[in-house]
């Protein structure tokens, strides 16, 4: 039978005619053979499988092979035996080599037919053995996908246990190995599809023998992180990342990031090269693990590698968003690496320019996804540009470009950002001291406490809290100064933009601190707050003297290019940034904090009237006895009479009866009785302050009309509102019998809301002065004077008690009309903790602003409906604005933020207002009340009008920009050092926890010079963990 078909295949007979004896010979397999009939028969076969002319001849070989070799099984399995196998692997068959896949795809098929032989174990053995050389040897993408399909269909022939580990790691090397040359599309296609091949062959081994992945995984990544420039590993790789299970990206990540013995050198490679994966058409997850080990690097403080990489590589991966297959995966890495490199613009300003094309592209490709891709691209670009604001000329023709898409708002940049900054990172193994000392949730920036500066921290939060103040300070032009106003400034700006938890603001605190503040001595905060407020505007007011000093120069200039001449000429002054109205002198402090009062004395013999304007930055505000709970605004509106009543209380002390208070000689705290009276809140203190008093006997008044000392009546009211309305609460008083200086620990209600009463000094419609007069802090001593509210004498009280009730009430019905009542909504509070003036400590709580102009408005009330019930004479007195109540999980539970050193949670206004209550010792002490739109005023009108408000956070200046990236990355490398050394410590020996620094008199909040858990390094070290792959 062999010559019959060996004859056909030579002869002239036409494709058909040969086909058809063809068929007779295969029905003819039927039929008995002597064995060495077989053998010749699967010579033949097998020489026209391998060594065929053309594709007939292969077929027909085929053809006839196997129909022979199922009716003559014995004979064939004698003929394919092991060592014939062996033969074709090692040597080929004739002029084939054996790294033809000619000689594989016959091995397949022989299999095939003997599958049920008992002989093939022997076969499979020799094939087990084969394969893992000739994956040793790096075969080409053919003749691994034949191999693949073979393996596949005879799991048998995988090579077990060590050798199956190292067949795993030898055929990833192998991957690593092609290379693809095509330049066709169909050629492409192929090369792809025969990669993916190969990797399901890996997954199917990784799936039947789980100790083969991990080090296969070591192969990949000791191949990817190759640093030899010879070698350049196919991105091919790729294909095994979707065959990894994603579970394993916590254990595998933890493993990689923590091995000491991985050079960084190593792991950019690795990183550079796992995200050129990203073009991988095929690949799923190359994204998630890409990302992952972003995460885990920032996690283990490696911020130099993230910082190389990603200026490396943000280019290329932008550019595969022009390609709608890789398109989804890469915006993911693109927006991870953009969005985590917070301490300087440079990543994104090399993509900005092509920023625009993509965006034109994407809306004309017509494609069905483009559009909703296009809206987290522009999404991830207005968060970037808020972050980076300040370039105007780089970002004008994107901002065109997607004027017409959605916008996110201010708090979900926000909250992005804060989440995806490097240091916001954490991995469950980056456990105990090398935890990364990143911002809280808040995405505020605490204070470090640099030795007893709780004081100065406080108010200094208090203040950044203020937000027409902040972007104020913000934006003035100060050109390299070296002004106080120059250094907060820049504090503000290490406050908005740094990516330290917590700033330590040492060169502030040595030129704001009073000079008689003994260096790490707790202070009073007040007093500081003065301090601070008289310094920066007696300043500013120095350098307009200064300027007006100068000759003048044309201001007139339509040249915008001028602009930085212009300011090289300002020579340190304050230039306030924009289109600002004028000031009419004021300084930013006055404009801001700035108020006015006038104090009366009428005397009370000749109703002679003498008035003396004066300005203020505060008030001072004295406790009133607890006779002045009958006039409190909580149940209805005080009377005249109850005014009139609330008097006493000598320099801020309380006149409760000595023998009612409960004093303690070892803290030196005076204790109020216990009464049923409502408690004391906030406008009660402000109506004590402003209520009338009575001038006799030692301070009896000398009249100039009378000419001698008469009883007189001094009254005080505001004529001025601030922007920002300061209350301290005169909680210290002097005890003269003890000498010590007291603590008033009782509670006072903070309303959300209240209205000041502020009169006219000029016909309705004008209630604010706008002159200028002179700024005059008050010291320590002349707040508490002007608190003082004397008794009159016993003898004549009653006498003229309801004389005096009825001129007041004629007055102030004739006042009525000339009074406003202004709404203020509570800004911050700055709480002391503690029993003594000379310790304890002090936090803030600030209220968390969002909106575009942080415009807060009382809830639920409307002011001019308000005045409309209360009445004329009712206005005449400070009154609380009734908020609705909210659940402390509610949406109001992260309105407000509490400030404690390098510590900055959320908290609630429930939380500010019950502080007292749960913590005794802890009084608010420093209030501050942000003004609302007037009643029937335009609130864009008012604003332009007077120009005290921003409608947003101006960009950073060049030098601040400057200042904050040099510093961000600054805190990195001390990062990234900490975090090494910890780590090779830690490699040795264990390490215990010991907190830094301590706190004052152990304070519920810290005051030490580490406070709040410090905020810079990482401290200490961690436990080892046993490494697993890489």
Avoid at 206 to 221: C, D, G, H, I, N
Avoid at 371 to 385: G, K, P, R
Avoid at 499 to 512: D, H, I, K, V
Avoid at 957 to 977: H, P, V
Wanted: hydrophobic letters at 35%.
């Amino acid at each position: 039978m062999d010559k019959i078909l060996e004859g056909l295949i030579s002869s002239d007979h036409s494709v058909p005619v040969k086909r058809a004896i063809v068929k007779k010979v295969v029905e003819a397999a039927e039929n008995d053979l002597t064995r060495e009939q077989c053998r010749a028969l699967f010579t033949l076969t097998t020489r026209l499988v391998l060594l065929g002319d053309d594709p007939f001849q292969r077929q027909i070989g085929l053809q006839v092979l196997e129909a022979y070799a199922r009716y003559h099984r014995p004979e064939f399995e004698l003929f394919f035996s092991k060592d014939f196998v062996l033969s074709l692997l090692q040597q080929g068959y004739g002029e084939l080599d054996h790294r033809d896949p000619a000689i594989i795809d016959y091995i397949h098929c022989c299999l095939r037919l003997l599958i049920s032989c008992p002989s093939v174990l022997e076969t499979f053995s020799v094939i087990q053995v084969e394969v893992l050389r000739m994956v040793c040897e790096r075969p080409e993408p053919a003749l691994c996908v034949r191999l693949s399909a073979l393996l596949s269909d005879f799991m048998q022939c995988i090579p077990r246990d060590k050798s199956g580990v190292l067949f795993c790691q030898q055929l990833v090397r192998t991957i690593s190995c092609f290379q693809c040359f095509a330049s066709e599309e169909r050629e492409l296609r192929e090369y792809v599809g025969q990669v993916t091949k190969v990797g399901t062959l890996l997954q199917n081994i990784w799936k039947a023998e789980p100790a083969t992945l991990l080090p296969s995984l070591q192969e990949v990544f000791a191949i990817i992180s190759s640093t030899d420039p010879s070698f350049d590993p196919s991105i091919a790789l790729a294909s095994l990342v979707q065959h990894i299970p994603v579970q394993m990206i916590t254990v595998l990540i933890k493993s990689l990031t923590t091995d000491q013995n991985v050079r960084d050198a190593s792991m950019t490679k690795a990183l550079c090269r796992m995200i050129d994966w990203l073009s991988w058409p095929l690949a799923q997850h190359v994204d998630t693990w890409v990302i992952a080990l972003l995460k885990g690097l920032a996690a283990v403080q490696k911020f130099t590698i993230l910082i190389d990489v990603t200026l490396l590589k943000i280019e290329l991966v932008f550019s595969r968003l022009w390609y709608p297959i890789v398109r989804q995966g890469a915006l993911a890495v693109l927006s991870h690496m953009l969005l985590s490199f917070q301490h300087s613009p440079e990543a994104f300003h090399l993509v900005v320019p092509h920023v625009v094309p993509l965006v034109h592209s994407l809306k004309t490709d017509g494609l069905p996804t483009s559009q909703a891709f296009l809206l987290q691209f522009t999404e991830l670009i207005h968060c970037m540009m808020y972050q980076y604001s300040g370039f105007p000329d780089l970002y004008d023709h994107i901002l065109e470009a997607i004027k017409d898409l959605p916008k996110p708002s201010e708090e979900k940049i926000k909250l992005v950002l804060n989440q995806s900054a490097w240091t916001s990172q954490s991995n469950s193994f980056a456990s105990g001291l090398l935890r990364p000392a990143g911002k809280s949730e808040t995405g505020r920036t605490g204070l470090v406490n640099l030795g007893n500066t709780c004081y100065m921290n406080s108010i200094i939060q208090t203040l950044f809290m203020a937000t027409d103040f902040r972007r104020h300070v913000l934006s003035l032009h100060l050109n390299g100064s070296n002004t106080l106003m120059k250094k907060l400034q820049l504090l503000f700006a290490f406050l908005a933009h740094t990516q330290r938890a917590a700033y330590a603001p040492r060169n502030f605190l040595e030129a704001s601190r009073p000079p008689w503040f003994n260096v790490g001595s707790q202070q009073d905060c007040s007093e500081y707050l003065r301090f601070l407020l008289e310094r920066l505007h007696e300043e500013e007011k120095t350098l307009h003297v200064l300027e007006s000093a100068k000759p003048k120069v044309d201001p007139v200039n339509t040249d915008p290019t001028a602009q930085t001449s212009s300011e090289d000429h300002q020579d340190g002054h304050l230039v306030q940034a924009g289109n600002q109205p004028a000031n009419d002198g004021r300084t930013l402090i006055e404009r801001m904090f700035g108020g006015k009062l006038i104090t009366g004395i009428r005397c009370m013999q000749c109703n002679g009237m003498s008035e003396k304007e004066e300005p203020f930055t505060d008030l001072s505000l004295a406790f009133c006895p607890s006779a002045s709970s009958q006039g409190s605004p909580n149940a209805e509106r005080p009377s005249v009479e109850a005014r009139v009543l609330c008097q006493g209380s000598v320099n801020g002390g309380s006149e409760a009866p000595e023998s009612g208070s409960s004093s303690s000689p070892a803290a030196n705290v005076q204790y109020e009785p216990a009464t049923n009276e409502p408690p004391l809140s906030v406008p009660d203190l402000i109506n004590y302050f402003l209520a009338p008093e009575i001038l006799d006997e030692d301070n009896a008044y000398f009249c100039e009309k009378c000419i001698s000392l008469q009883r007189a009546e001094r009254t005080m009211k505001v004529v001025t509102a601030p922007e920002y309305l300061i209350l301290t609460l005169l909680r210290f008083s002097y005890d003269a019998k003890s000498h010590v200086r007291k603590k008033i620990l009782e509670n006072v209600v903070i309303p959300k809301a209240l209205r000041l009463p502020v009169h006219a000094a000029s016909p309705p419609g004008r209630w604010s002065s706008t002159a200028a007069c002179p700024l005059q802090v008050d010291a320590a001593e002349s707040s508490e004077n002007l608190a003082k509210k004397l008794k009159p004498s016993q003898g004549e009280e009653e006498e003229e008690r309801k004389l005096r009730i009825d001129e007041a009430e004629e007055m102030d019905r004739g006042r009525g009309a000339h009074i406003q009542s202004v709404p203020y909504m509570l800004s911050s509070v700055v709480v002391h903790s503690g029993v003594s003036s000379e310790s304890g400590h002090y936090y803030s709580y600030g209220r968390n602003i969002n909106g575009a102009d942080g415009t807060q408005r009382p809830a639920g009330r409307s002011p001019v409906k308000e005045d409309a019930e209360a009445g004329p004479a009712a206005s005449a007195l400070c009154t609380s604005e009734q908020a609705d109540a909210s659940p402390a999980n509610g949406p109001e539970a992260r309105d407000w933020l509490l400030f404690n050193d390098s510590r900055v949670t959320f908290t609630s206004l429930q939380s500010v207002q019950n502080i007292t209550s749960r913590f005794p010792k802890d009084t608010a002490y420093v209030l501050m009340y942000r003004k609302q739109e007037l009643p029937g005023s335009n609130g864009s009108e008012g604003h332009a009008a007077n120009g005290m408000r921003l409608s947003a956070e101006p960009p950073l200046q060049k030098e601040l920009l400057d200042a904050i990236i040099k510093d961000n990355k600054l805190f990195l490398q001390e990062q990234e050092l900490s975090a090494r050394t910890q780590a090779l410590q830690a490699s040795a020996s264990s390490c215990s926890f010991r907190p830094n620094g301590s706190d004052d008199n152990n304070p519920p909040g810290s005051c030490g010079p580490s406070g709040g858990g410090g905020g810079g390094g990482g401290g200490g070290g961690f436990n080892t963990i046993s490494r697993l792959v890489f």
